[in-house]
């Protein structure tokens, strides 16, 4: 499983964004996918997760109601819309992929709020 995420950048404090994960390989095995995020001196952490099928859908605190996970018409595509982004959202995202015996990472985006 290979996975590519795309769409960071440098956004004002309010804005908007759309981080995208191409997915390739043996999808079949995936059983979920979310994004995570690891600021500057920070610890990794999970920003949001969806199942395998989008049936069902995890989000962190700091990003309920504010993102929204989801996975495209052909499952080789997952997506993070980041609405009223907020400077303490800067990090470095990444798409993840899990199967029943193993984990998958993308190389990351980076997201910049700006106050």
């Known amino acids: 499983v290979q996975l590519v995420e795309s769409g960071g950048g440098l956004v004002q404090a309010g804005g908007s964004l759309r981080l995208s994960c191409a997915v390739s390989g043996s999808t079949f095995k995936i059983d979920a996918m979310g994004w995570y995020r690891q600021a500057l001196g920070k610890q990794r952490e999970l920003v949001a997760a969806i199942t395998s099928g989008g049936e069902r859908t995890h989000y962190a605190d700091s990003a309920k109601g504010r993102f929204t996970i989801s996975r495209g018409n052909v499952k080789n595509q997952m997506y993070l819309q980041m609405d009223n982004l907020k400077p303490e959202d800067t990090a470095v995202y990444y798409c993840?992929?899990?199967?029943?015996?193993?984990?998958?990472w993308g190389q990351g985006t980076q997201v910049t709020v700006s106050s």
């Open positions: 993840n992929a899990g199967t029943l015996f193993q984990e998958y």
